[in-house]
């Protein structure tokens, strides 16, 4: 599933430069997470890489997005394609 952000950010800015696919961004207020641009890092990394940088735990699975690997994979693919 792709992840959210909860209100719990603190905009400290660590996560959006460790996106691979460009899906975090800043929003009104906390940073938001574009669900049709992450793959939780699959076909980049083995982790999550913002999750893995985020000091206050607030990335969590968005359970609005259930995703299994292979269609985070297929997204991943999908999004690789679209920028060759």
Same mark, same amino acid.
Do not use: F
């Given at each position: 599933?792709?992840?959210?952000?909860?209100?719990?950010?603190?905009?400290? &800015? $660590? *996560?959006?430069?460790? %996106?691979?696919?460009?899906?975090?961004?800043?929003? +009104?207020?906390?940073?938001?997470?574009?669900?049709?641009?992450?793959?939780?890092?699959?076909?980049?990394?083995?982790?999550?890489?913002?999750? &893995? $940088? *985020?000091?206050?735990? %607030?990335?969590?699975?968005?359970?609005?997005?259930? +995703?299994?690997?292979?269609?985070?994979?297929?997204?991943?693919?999908?999004?690789?394609?679209?920028?060759?």
């Amino acid at each position: 599933m792709a992840l959210t952000i909860t209100d719990e950010c603190i905009n400290c &800015d $660590v *996560c959006e430069p460790e %996106c691979p696919n460009g899906a975090i961004s800043q929003g +009104e207020e906390i940073y938001v997470i574009d669900p049709n641009l992450c793959t939780e890092c699959v076909g980049h990394y083995e982790t999550s890489q913002c999750v &893995d $940088v *985020c000091p206050v735990d %607030c990335i969590i699975p968005d359970p609005n997005r259930e +995703e299994t690997k292979e269609e985070l994979q297929a997204k991943y693919e999908k999004l690789i394609n679209e920028s060759a």
